[in-house]
């Protein structure tokens, strides 16, 4: 009896994150392809390559709040920003998972870099995991591709010489030292530090190469 339970308990949460995998398709359908269903894949593989190693978080709890991660964020929810964590709390109950709610949302919530008021249990190691995951994503090869895939989103420039003031005047370029540069020293986790320095060191080698071929001819 306990060895069909268990069977079916695992069977249920395979089907519960096949329907969470559908539901995030759906939602990031119209984000840009820096965070695409791909991006969210990237984020999850991440995370739950971290926790083999760090085994400090709960993987099946780690797995569907890393799917859901960019649900809620505020560069493309728009002027309601409850709205998208209404419809995860109402996703989760609908799938089975209501017991998760509080703490799936309060985990997506409090991982954005951007969130400078984290509230709630920020040692969660859910957090802690899906954070260093979110955050490698945007650093390396990748987080450069991205990088310049949305600054063409949003219409920036690659790079604006001579400006010091990337709120006034943003480029692509004064993202990495607003944000991508300052990644690697704010990893959680052992696993994620070690990660992190071979994608800050390409950072760092790609920028001298940025600017070496900028100033090329002046």
Known sequence: MF??????????RKTQIKLTEQFVRDKVAGFDSGHDWWHVAR?????????EREAIADPFILEIAALLH?????????????????DIRHFLSGSGMEGLSDQVIE????????????????????????????????????????AFNYGGFRNRPLYIPDSDNSVINPSTISH??????????MMNTPTGRT???????????????FFKEWTFAI
């Open 70 to 86: 960019d649900i809620a964020d505020s560069k493309f929810s728009g002027e309601d920003s409850e709205r998208p964590f209404s």
């Open 107 to 146: 985990v997506i919530a409090n991982v954005s870099f951007s969130n400078k008021k984290p509230s709630g249990n920020v040692k969660d190691p859910v957090l802690l995991i899906l954070q260093d995951a979110d955050r490698l994503d945007a650093i390396g090869a990748i987080g450069i591709a991205r």
């Open 176 to 185: 990495f030292y607003d944000k991508l540069l300052k990644l690697r020293d």
């Open 43 to 51: 984020v999850r593989n991440l995370a739950l390559y971290i926790n």
């Open 195 to 209: 990660i992190a320095q071979e994608r800050h060191d390409f950072l760092e080698k790609f920028l001298r190469q």
């Open 3 to 12: 060895i069909e339970q268990f069977i079916t308990g695992i069977m249920n």
